[in-house]
């Protein structure tokens, strides 16, 4: 959709805005195609209002970002950054007359060093492309959001994203050493540093991520790579109940462990994973964990991590005997979603983490909630972080339902935060957990995180709508 | 030095100051003695300017904090926050007639949760302390700074303290999950969590990290804890040029490997450590390396860095025969730093932190400059982090040397930023570095720092004249 396919601007405000974009970007970078512009509207969120953006904006150098920002704080006119828009909670939905201000077209990885252990990238590389490039290198970049595949660095970086391999490795802040970030008016400015340590002045590298695009927009960055472990081997282990599971998964975590996974799929999740893929999970079970190790002898820690899951009263525990084997659970895992969004059409995913010795209490309040309400509640878990996605399940044509399903969400929001919890693990706050940031902060945390807002984004341009 | 033996305070203003802090705070708590405030000006650092503090604050309870700044702002006193003083840039320096704002009486262990793998701090809990009270549980905390058994988590968050760890456990900012902070004005603030992951909002959290008492008062800690790993072996290798050891770090780093220390003295501290303690270290080498791993078979894991030692040229490889060789080696390095103080009297360390592939680079420059200004300075390095130490050791008494001291130690940071470095890996900014953090910065990126600082310190009194 290039400019010469544009339809004419609709007044002189976007007429005004067009021309000034199009004095620093080429006419193939900038479209305002209702068909196309549409297709920018909105993440994968469910629930989350968005609007109609003025033009999309598809940049390719850090000069351009520059000027669609000048530009942006010339005319006050809102900006939301992208990346892949697989974001769960509405953080990358446009606004009505905004410049969706889309990264995915500087995809350039343009360094890796096997010696100072970093890759520096542009932000729409995509997660799947740099994993495998530095794995060319013998290297390993951890965080494995479920997007994987199509999500970008610089969305992952905006969202702060986790993964299954978060018990182990951390999460993505955890690997974003330094960043080169276009401000609000159009000035870049360079945070953090390539070297293993630095603590020069205030970390605004960490500030920025997970900051959703309300700071600044992310043109670079340096993220730190470890070496390549070994493949890691799975054990699946069944339970008679969730709460029996999640004493499996204390044991494990308070025995010195370090598993490079630790996940739970509920009765609901399990045959809704059947249902889809036929793969034969054990019906019958109330709560399967799996287990991964990817040490030097994963056969001896997955003996040990049975052991105290037998220890926790699971009737069945099944190592899988090669990372073939291993690789299936793992994708029976993977399909959970998706397999929970058959069963009725529509969910929301939650993103509760509490600390992991609640983690039976947490599962305990969805399944009570999930009966208050009359609705299909899945739980899949990255159980060793204590990190919950409840899935609820409905009809979003029943208005009933679509409401008992909202009310449900939040119900299970409170419940995180009364077990000492976070209302989101790794998906971000966006515009679908606003009201419930600020019940998670407090007034004088949101006073001054709102603050710091200011700083970055004076005339309120950057992502507006989002967190606060 | 209780206050019933204060001597009268100097003039109004403080007694002001006195009798409204005395308001909130037992008599015990506040001290004006001259003899006891001067015991409190300044912490470790060379060359770096202190005041006398107007009276020296050490309260017991969070309270009892908020109590004090609430007086500070309301009489526009600065508050300058200190741990155990052992810091190295001067950051915990006092100003005239500020309070000294002493954490070190807040120390108690408020939880350790092995399920969980946290521990829950107040900000006067000597390291070291932590880390046996953690032990017992089978935990182990990370961050070791040389001065692990006398300095405080407060003061570690406070500069974000590294360590031999790092190279494989990261530093104290990759523990802090969660704080509990005094604002400026008194208000209390929680920020992160007590969850392993959560992404609510901008990382407040990790913006305190390393704010040198900048951004608030930090009374209270949410620390992550690892799993206790198997003692540590280690193997010294001997090189024939520091370079050709940077050789070898770099051969160890690329080629996968996860030591849990990698260390490197170049020879004047080599001798100066034999000078000091009679330990008998290799007197001929140009640079000895340390590397230790604590994996589950770490004879192999040094088997494999022996090799990759002698490729590098190494003449000399020796593993430690057990555990206690490898403390006798670990305290060799140790000692590195007051072997050197012995040399000449006085010693300023540097602390400049260069991406690892120009650590070879970074050593031969030290050496040039310890040329050009006729000086000795000895390098200790955390070498797996690039993280170098290079001390420039003078005599005090003669001005002539003095400055040349100062001098050589500023063309050392500049060498480490033109190497792609940073002025501080692991020291902080403090009043030491300020203009060079500027440097470093960039005219943008301190813009930015200081309207943070403005954020929580609109009124100039946390801790003024440090950082910037």
Known sequence: MIMSRIEAPSDDVTGNLLD???????????????????????????????????????????????????????????????????????????????????????????????????????????????????????????PDPSSWETCTIGGNIGTASGGLCCVKYGVTAEYVLGLDVVLADGRLMSTGRRTAKGVAGYDLTRLFVGSEGSLGIVVRAVLALRPQPPRQLV???????????????????AGGHTPSLLELMDRTTVRAV????????????????????????????????????????????????????????LQARRSSLVALEAVTGTTMIDDVCVPRSRLGDMLEGVERIAGKYGLTIG??????????????????????????????????????????GTITGEHGVGVLKKEWLARELGPVGLEMQRAVKDVFDPLGILNPGKLF
Do not use: K, W
């Not at 530009?71 to 953080?91: F, M």
């Not at 069944?238 to 975590?253: H, L, N, P, T, Y």
């Not at 990817?294 to 190592?319: I, M």
């Not at 409401?403 to 077990?419: K, N, P, W, Y």
């Open 235 to 253: 054990l699946a282990a069944e339970f008679a109940s969730a709460g029996a599971a999640c004493d499996a998964v204390c044991r494990v975590m």
């Open 379 to 420: 739980v899949v878990a990255h159980a060793g972080d204590g990190n919950t996605h409840p899935t609820v399940c409905f009809d979003a044509q029943d208005p009933g339902e679509a409401r008992r399903a909202r009310e449900s969400f939040d119900e299970i929001m409170a419940l995180g935060l009364e077990l000492g």
């Open 20 to 142: 000034r974009l199009l004095t620093g970007l080429p006419a193939e970078a900038v479209h305002t195609d209702p068909d196309v512009t549409a297709s920018y509207a909105h993440d994968m969120a469910s629930f989350c209002p968005a609007g109609a953006p003025a033009v999309v904006v598809l940049p390719r150098t850090v000069e351009q970002v520059q000027h669609v920002m000048r530009v942006a704080t010339e005319l006050r006119v809102p900006v939301v950054p992208q990346g892949a828009r697989t974001g769960l909670s509405g953080g990358a939905n446009a606004s009505d007359g905004c410049i969706v201000l889309s990264l995915t077209r500087m995809d350039r990885i343009l360094d890796i060093s096997p010696v100072d252990r970093v890759a520096v990238v542009e932000p729409g590389v995509v997660n799947a492309a740099l994993s495998r490039a530095v794995g060319e290198h013998g290297l390993y970049y951890p």
């Open 274 to 329: 059947n249902e889809l893929t036929r793969m034969g999970l054990p019906e019958a079970t109330e709560a399967l964990l799996l287990c991964a190790f990817d040490t030097p002898d994963p056969a001896a820690d997955l003996a040990a991590v049975g052991a105290l899951c037998g220890a926790a009263g699971a009737p069945q525990v099944v190592p899988a005997e090669d990372t073939a084997e291993s690789e299936l659970l």
